[in-house]
């Protein structure tokens, strides 16, 4: 995510590296190198050359004032604290309350609308308790119904649809009704989108608002057009006078731009983050953590939120348990891969973590990256599951045959797990298991 923008911005740092204290030659030097970070990052100039300014002002209002940190590290302090801003300063929630909630969502074909429809659905359901209904009125592109209700299916939630009928103002208002008399709290309406800004799609669109009169109305915006989508949005918001925006496929060839941009252009906050496909990576949008992660600075606190989503403590007191009488066992691994899976995208959870960014961006890891363990677990039998020292050579090679890798490759599984279960044993009588679950229990 950003990794041309964050390489550059590195860059711009580095030019007081070794200075000891800011000046106004230095801080030109930095300047200058982010404006061109932001505007390869298509950023539009205009908006590039006010933040740079506000970035200068007050650097060189800062420069006398805290002498004991180093002139690099104040610089990406104001540098973080003005890109906050820049994206909203604070995180923005959704409007889901009514009789039901209603929410419209918009965009360009192609800008990730449906996918964006399940996404929501099942953040509602699993993070508000709420029972969505999603709502197919996307009457023109083939398949678009079908897809919706398969991304119903895998979420378990209800979809309503009437593939006969062409208007979607008439279909929007029938779901709501239908809602209200199946117990639905919130309808999430996934519109049709168009290849390009038209005014057949504008009047339809503007129809379907004034229809519906949605809770919330939400554009979503494909992240890697950068600047072209700032200005798409800019000319929607003209027509349905939209409440937030959404980013999608920002773990694809990410730019930035439109991520720094569309607050300042349109005047409407970012409210969700979407990654991949899988249904479970959508986030809020957090301006500083953003900032902080297009600053190469991790952002640990998302990450131990999805920790913590997958921390049950009935469990984990089981598992300690366990641990403590060295009994952990490969079911118990297996229970662990899993959760980390649910967590989301591995490559992007990693680069939450500080330092992580830059050392992995390189580094093919994609979701099959637990498919050999997984494999290896699901070849044994229960017992070689539950009682891992009665593993032999015999029991090794029947696992090799069963999941298809070789005998090396099992006897390198099988001792790193016997390195963790050692490890984790140590650790337990040590204290350091009880602390770390006291302090996550702490945290909830």
């Known amino acids: 995510m950003f990794d041309s923008l964050q390489d550059k911005m590195e860059s711009a740092f580095k030019n007081l590296k070794g200075e000891g204290k800011l000046t106004e030659i230095n801080v030109a030097q930095s300047i200058k190198e982010i404006r061109r970070a932001l505007v390869a990052a298509d950023v539009n100039y205009k908006i590039a050359k006010e933040f740079t300014d506000k970035i200068k002002d007050e650097a060189l209002g800062s420069k006398n004032i805290l002498k004991s940190v180093k002139p690099g590290e104040l610089m990406v302090k104001i540098v973080m ?14 409007n889901v309350k009514g009789n039901p909630g209603v929410v419209l969502v918009a965009g360009l074909q192609g800008s990730g609308k449906t996918t964006f429809s399940g996404k929501l659905a099942l953040f509602l359901k699993e993070k508000k308790s709420m029972k969505p209904l999603l709502v ?49 709290d919130v309808v999430i309406v996934d519109t049709a989108g168009r290849l390009a800004i038209d005014e057949v799609m504008m009047t339809e669109i503007r129809n379907i608002k004034s229809g519906i ?14 600047q072209d989508a ?85 469990e984990a007191k089981r598992l300690e348990k366990k641990i403590k009488r060295n009994k952990f066992d490969y079911n118990d691994f297996l229970q662990q891969v899993n959760q980390i899976k649910k967590m989301g995208d591995l490559k992007s959870l990693m680069g939450m973590i500080p330092g992580m960014g830059k050392a ?10 637990f498919s050999k363990v997984e494999s290896i677990i699901y070849s044994m039998t229960e017992d070689e599951r539950l009682k891992p020292e009665i593993l032999n050579m015999s029991r090794k090679r029947r696992i090799a045959m ?40 702490q945290k909830r």
């Open 360 to 369: 992995i961006k390189d580094i093919d890891i994609n979701d099959g990256a």
């Open 402 to 441: 069963g999941c298809g890798h070789n005998i090396h490759e099992i006897n390198m599984f099988v001792k790193q797990f016997e390195q963790m279960r050692k490890m984790m044993t140590q650790m337990s009588k040590g204290k350091g298991m009880e602390r770390m679950m006291q302090q996550m229990q």
């Open 213 to 226: 009169n949605p809770t919330e109305t939400l554009f979503v915006v494909d992240s890697m057009t950068g």
């Open 230 to 314: 700032v200005n798409t949005a800019l000319a929607f918001n003209d027509v349905i006078d939209y409440d937030g925006v959404v980013l999608t496929k920002l773990d694809g060839d990410t730019r930035g731009g439109a991520a720094l941009s569309v607050k300042y252009t349109v005047g409407k906050p970012i409210k969700f983050a979407s990654t991949g496909e899988k249904l479970n990576t959508l986030d809020v949008f957090h301006p500083e953590r953003m900032a902080q992660r297009i600053l190469g600075m991790g952002d640990i606190v998302s990450f131990v939120e999805k920790a913590q989503d997958q921390f049950d403590e009935e």
């Open 136 to 184: 197919a009125c996307d009457v023109y592109r083939p398949a678009a119904i079908d897809q919706l209700t398969v991304l119903a299916e895998q979420i378990g939630a209800a979809v309503y649809k009437e593939p006969e009928n062409k208007n979607p103002v008439s279909i929007a208002q029938n779901a709501i009704a239908y809602a209200k008399g199946h117990s639905h």
């Open 81 to 94: 604290d003005e890109m906050t801003t820049l994206m909203g300063g604070q995180a923005t929630g959704i």
